[in-house]
């Protein structure tokens, strides 16, 4: 039985019906054009579909739709309001990634780590992103942008 | 030498913006619209048996199912090298998971849901899952039609066998030279089967529009080659080149597993069923792990003869390769690795067989290093044991035998130069060779490790590469290549390349991937090559461009051409101070004449490369007289690891990789290279595996079980080293090193055990668990 679920998207305010089993990040991707969070597992161990829920992190593919009715859920494009934030800046400073497919997943996480604490150290840092598996890039290139502005 | 003003520099990726903003598109973000079907896969379940009967008619009747294809609708051969593949399987199905058939239907769930009742009769036969077994006396063939296949020149099948190509390699005269040895050491090292875990899945959307084009999206690092054995294997249905139009998204990852056809040949292939509409096919990650090429699993029994001193005179190398149910692109992984599996080392009596044998497991293929990890696994691991049994230093004795520019290879041609010996020198003094360190844990041991590593890209002789360059209105400039970025910073090298010539800053060049109706041609984008072969087309089409520039001004102007050169956006002359003329003032529009007519038109730069230099013609007993390599990469790399000695776990707290890179076109995106390849290779060494049972069904398909590294697993400190001997047919001396950072590091940690523990463990990967077995039972 679908149901109606409200909820903020990036601040813009998003009233659907879902069906009870449908997944946020399909919602996202294919009924809401949010494309920045991206399946790379579907079972919660890749954190290439990460969002925030308010303001915490969690793997859209692990989350029903109708978890996020009354809640507010951003993804990338919602942190870029006034243009990229002095994280996403500094990750091209450092050339951070390669493919850049886990980029939003980490960036989103990484986002979360800095509102929370900071003056994260290089071991907070490697924690805060041991959940955003990267192929391409070793990590260190990621975690030196972020020690960069925060330093 | 003149100064460089873009290349060597450190600049930031043209790509960098697109993917830290969500802006860059994978297939999977890219919108069809609402009449875009999708495919869902029937696939065996069993490694080996034969198919006697199809019935769809279940699946048929379930709502919004469109098509259900098999077998019988395409009956095609299809391969890189060799033609052993069918798009779906035929009468016979040779590994778990092989595609038979597909449903497409309105939408992925009830396409899903209906392949699941599609019914396979099968007949199954005896499963064959190791080399031993396929090569034993009277195995069952895997493909009894092997004398058929179509295959490039440079294969050898043996026919009513299992061995699909055999690469010999005869140098010398290895038994005289074993006579003449004072030592010989053999030993047997193995290396499992490895996954090249891409965080983005494979995925294929393929359109037959009502005016019979086919498009077909791919997740690819290869949209010409894909296009080209699309054409190859739809020929049948009147399609050709010009119909066929491969489009290239940025991918989520490569390392080798998107290069060639794997699954995108689906994505084509339903396209043509379903006329008119687009279809998707879209791999799940269990699907990625066993229907896409895996890295073969190798068996390498190495024998190695030296004199008193050190000085190896003879090697015999026999590799036995997994090659898996059909090797149409591993073959050549197989036949590469043959070519070089000596290492970087002057040898002068060699013998290698390395043998390419199909098994009913899944199809291996190419991944980052090509074959070249899993056999210095064995060689540099076994140089080690050598260097202990003959009390010389391991360094001592690699660097008295490395390979030095001139000297003679495997097939006869002659080494290019290189800074093998810096390497070595350079890695030595980093990690403080010969210092012994101690923890102060006394359940914990530290050692040393190092290995030397080399790697040529393997490519067909007659591989090129080319590329457009249109200069814009305002002097800034789009670069048309298909060469691909797949997270290496291509785009923004071949922008430096640009920039370099033409005095543009690469910002004010857009590189963007490929769509073969629009972007010139490129083999593939495999083999650390596409820097230098792709490099060497864009440098020549900017100077294309710049010759282009000077003739409009010379007919405009009168300028004497020799006297004119470009500076800051600006031709300019050296004869004549006040003379400089912006670019943008006249690169589409021309230079006005006093009489208000115009000189010139738009700037458009063509360029192309090819090594003409190289053939893949030589004797098949000896693989003499042939030159199939361009060049080859080298480097050292060394690690220093904390183990515990009662749970086996290793920690990394240094390691240091030394390479040369002929030149350093972006000193940053090198040590990206370098930080990313170390801890891919690092982790196949320390916990990757994969997993099949006695059914040949892969059990591990997943990240919960198939563990790959997240950023607690990092080395604690990486010292990447540039060498810069350069190549000299390169762009401004550059070679390829996006593969050779992966490398060396499974025998630099087996040799760091060792120094450690005192234990040698012969087979990949060395994960904690053996190493903590091994320490009991010594």
Excluded at chain 1, 35 to 60: A, H, W
Excluded at chain 2, 22 to 32: C, K, N, P, S, Y
Excluded at chain 2, 385 to 398: S, T, V, Y
Excluded at chain 2, 418 to 438: F, H, P, R, Y
Aim: a neutral charge; aromatic letters at 8%; hydrophobic letters at 40%.
């Amino acid at each position: 039985m679908r149901q109606e679920i409200k909820f903020k998207l990036s601040g813009e305010a998003i009233a659907l019906e879902v069906n009870p089993n449908e997944v946020l990040l399909e919602v996202l991707r294919d009924r809401l054009g949010a494309k920045s969070p991206k399946c790379g597992c579907d079972k919660g161990d890749c954190g290439t579909c990460t969002v925030m829920i308010n303001g915490k992190t969690v793997r859209s593919c692990l989350v029903l739709a109708i978890e996020v009715d009354g809640q507010e859920v951003v993804t990338l494009e919602g942190l870029m309001d006034s243009g990229l934030t002095p994280l996403q800046k500094s990750f091209i400073e450092h050339n951070s990634f390669q493919c850049g497919f886990c980029a939003p997943g980490m960036i989103l996480s990484a986002t979360e780590l800095l509102a929370k604490n900071q003056k994260p150290n290089k071991h907070e840092i490697q924690e805060a992103l041991s959940g955003n598996l990267c192929r391409c890039t070793g990590y260190t290139p990621i975690i030196d942008a972020i020690e960069a502005i925060t330093k | 030498m003149e100064e460089n003003k873009y290349i060597g520099k450190s600049t930031v990726r043209i790509d960098g913006k697109a993917k830290v903003s969500g802006a860059a598109e994978f297939i999977d973000d890219l919108d069809f619209g609402p009449d875009l079907l999708y495919a869902a896969i029937v696939e065996s379940k069993f490694a080996h048996a034969i198919i006697n009967k199809i019935d769809t008619s279940e699946a048929e009747n379930i709502p919004g199912v469109v098509k259900i294809v098999t077998g019988k609708d395409f009956p095609f051969r299809f391969g890189l090298y060799m033609h052993d593949r069918f798009i779906f399987a035929q009468d016979r199905v040779r590994f778990v998971g092989e595609q038979i058939g597909a449903v497409i239907a309105r939408d992925a769930a009830t396409a899903l849901k209906a392949a699941k009742l599609v019914r396979v009769d099968y007949t199954e036969l005896p499963a064959i899952l190791n080399v031993e077994q396929a090569l034993a006396k009277d195995a069952n063939l895997i493909h009894p039609e092997l004398r058929h296949y179509k295959h490039v020149p440079w294969f050898f099948p043996k026919s009513d066998t299992n061995i699909a190509h055999l690469r010999k390699v005869r140098k010398g005269d290895v038994e005289k030279a074993f006579k003449e040895s004072d030592f010989i050491f053999e030993d047997t090292y193995t290396v499992p089967r490895y996954a090249h875990c891409a965080i983005e899945v494979h995925g294929a959307v393929g359109l037959y529009d009502n005016s019979d084009r086919l498009t077909v999206w791919t997740a690819s690092q290869s949209p010409y080659t894909q296009r080209n054995l699309f054409a190859e294997a739809l020929a049948p249905l009147g399609l050709s080149h010009k119909d066929i139009r491969v489009i290239t998204p940025f991918i989520g990852g490569g390392f080798g597993g998107k290069a060639g056809v794997s699954m995108e040949i689906l994505g084509a292939a339903l396209a043509t069923a379903v006329k008119g509409r687009p279809v998707k096919v879209l791999w799940s990650r269990a699907q990625e792990f066993y229907n896409t090429y895996q890295r073969q699993g190798l068996t390498a029994r190495i024998k190695v003869g030296l004199k008193k001193d050190g000085t190896i005179i003879a090697m015999d190398n026999i590799l036995n390769w997994d090659a898996g149910a059909y090797v149409e692109y591993g073959a050549n992984v197989v036949n590469a690795a043959g070519l070089s599996a000596s290492g970087p080392y002057n040898i002068p009596n060699v013998s290698i067989d390395s043998v390419c044998v199909y098994t009913n497991l899944p199809p291996g293929g190419p991944y980052r290093g090509f074959g070249y990890s899993e056999f210095l696994f064995g060689l540099e691991s076994h140089l080690n044991e050598i260097a202990k049994k003959m009390k010389i230093d391991p360094i001592q004795l690699r660097r008295k035998n490395a390979i030095r520019e001139g000297d003679i290879l495997n097939y006869g041609g002659k080494m290019n130069a290189n800074g093998l010996i810096e390497a070595i020198d350079k890695v030595e003094k980093e990690i403080e060779w010969g210092k012994k360190e101690t923890s102060s844990d006394p359940n914990k041991a530290i050692g040393k490790g190092i290995a030397l590593f080399w790697k040529a890209p393997a490519m067909p002789p007659n591989a090129s590469s080319s590329a457009f360059l249109k200069f814009n209105e305002d002097g800034s400039i789009n670069i048309l290549i298909s060469g691909m970025e797949i997270g290496q910073g291509l785009l923004t090298v071949m922008a430096q390349i640009a920039a370099e010539v033409l005095t543009v800053p690469p910002e004010k060049i857009r590189v963007e991937t490929p769509d073969t109706d629009r972007n010139p041609y490129e083999w593939q984008t495999v083999g650390s090559h596409v820097t230098w072969g792709c490099g060497r087309a864009v440098e020549s089409a900017a100077i294309d461009a710049r010759e282009q520039i000077f003739d409009i001004v010379e007919r405009a102007l009168g300028k004497d051409r020799k006297s004119l050169y470009l500076e800051n956006e600006s031709v300019k002359s050296k004869t004549d101070n006040n003379f400089s003329l912006k670019l943008c003032d006249f690169i589409i529009a021309g230079i006005q004449k006093p009489d208000g007519s115009y000189r010139g038109g738009p700037i458009l730069g063509r360029g192309m490369f090819m090594p003409e230099f190289t053939s893949a013609l030589s004797d098949p007993e000896t693989s003499q007289g042939g030159h199939p390599n361009v060049h080859y990469t080298v480097g050292a790399s060394a690690v220093k690891i904390e183990v515990d000695k009662q749970t086996g776990k290793v920690k990394i707290p240094k390691v240091v990789l030394a390479v040369d890179v002929g030149k350093a076109l972006n000193p940053d995106l090198i040590n990206g290279q370098i930080t990313g390849g170390l801890l891919q290779g690092i982790a196949t060494v320390l916990y990757e595996d994969m997993r099949f049972n006695n059914k040949g069904k892969l059990i591990n398909p997943n990240f919960t079980d198939y563990k790959i590294p997240t950023s607690m697993d990092i080395p604690d400190e990486i010292v990447p080293i540039i060498i810069e001997v350069p190549q000299p047919d390169g762009p401004s001396g550059a070679r390829g090193v996006g593969e050779h950072t992966m490398i060396p590091c499974a025998p630099m940690i087996a040799n760091a055990v060792d120094d450690a523990l005192g234990i040698r463990i012969k087979s990949m990967p060395i994960t904690a668990e053996k190493i903590a077995l091994s320490v009991k039972h010594s």
